[in-house]
């Protein structure tokens, strides 16, 4: 009775200003392109189908099982360390959702018993610029931030510089839903908690 398929912000690709649902798709790497191929090969088959069908498109999720290879678990645990860590200047703006909310968000998809098909962007409704986002990580750990070495490395070639959706579709679907999620400070308290055990 209802398909849910998982896409990504970067179907949207290069965009200035917050995404909404209503944004024009123009990827710019194969990820992003195959997701949307997807999308539209899904919402061909079930469009006029007596199914429900729901296409998520994901922002960074954070949090528990995260790859400790990623910017925030390396973060932590190299300040926990209190090692060095070589950063670009840190100067992307992108939006951070915890793994508590993204799972919520998901739940509530699941159990709808209303058919409220469409594209749902599922990310914070806040970006924040990554060098604030790791001094912010420093100062909960309580560790000096001079072990995050800012401009060291250069940025990538086809680096994304702002990447940012609007969830207020979600939110207006699902209004619960507001009042339970984490801000990212709190989501930052429980994943540093997590790797201090």
């Given at each position: 009775s209802k398909v849910i398929g998982f896409g990504s912000q970067a179907e949207y690709g290069s965009y200035d200003l917050p995404a909404s649902e209503l944004t024009?798709?123009?990827p710019n790497d194969a990820y992003g392109a195959v997701k949307l191929m997807t999308y539209n090969y899904l919402r061909s088959i079930f469009l006029d189908s007596e199914t429900a069908w729901y296409w998520i498109r994901?922002?960074?999720?954070f949090g528990d099982g995260e790859n400790p290879q990623w910017l925030i678990p390396s973060v932590i645990s190299n300040l926990l360390k209190k090692e060095d860590l070589r950063l670009t200047e840190c100067e992307q703006e992108y939006n951070y959702l915890h793994i508590e909310d993204f799972v919520n968000y998901f739940i509530a998809i699941v159990e709808?018993?209303?058919?409220?098909?469409?594209?749902?962007?599922?990310?914070?409704?806040?970006?924040?610029?990554?060098?604030?986002?790791?001094?912010?990580?420093?100062?909960?750990?309580k560790v000096s931030s001079r072990y995050l070495k800012f401009g060291v490395i250069p940025y990538r070639n086809s680096q994304s510089m702002f990447i940012s959706g609007?969830?207020?579709k979600f939110m207006n679907c699902f209004p619960k839903y507001q009042e339970l999620e984490n801000n990212l400070t709190e989501g930052l308290i429980k994943t540093i908690r997590l790797y201090k055990k």
């Open positions: 024009l798709p123009k994901v922002y960074s999720v709808d018993d209303q058919d409220q098909s469409g594209i749902y962007n599922i990310c914070n409704k806040q970006t924040i610029i990554l060098k604030d986002l790791l001094n912010k990580i420093a100062e909960i750990v609007t969830n207020s």
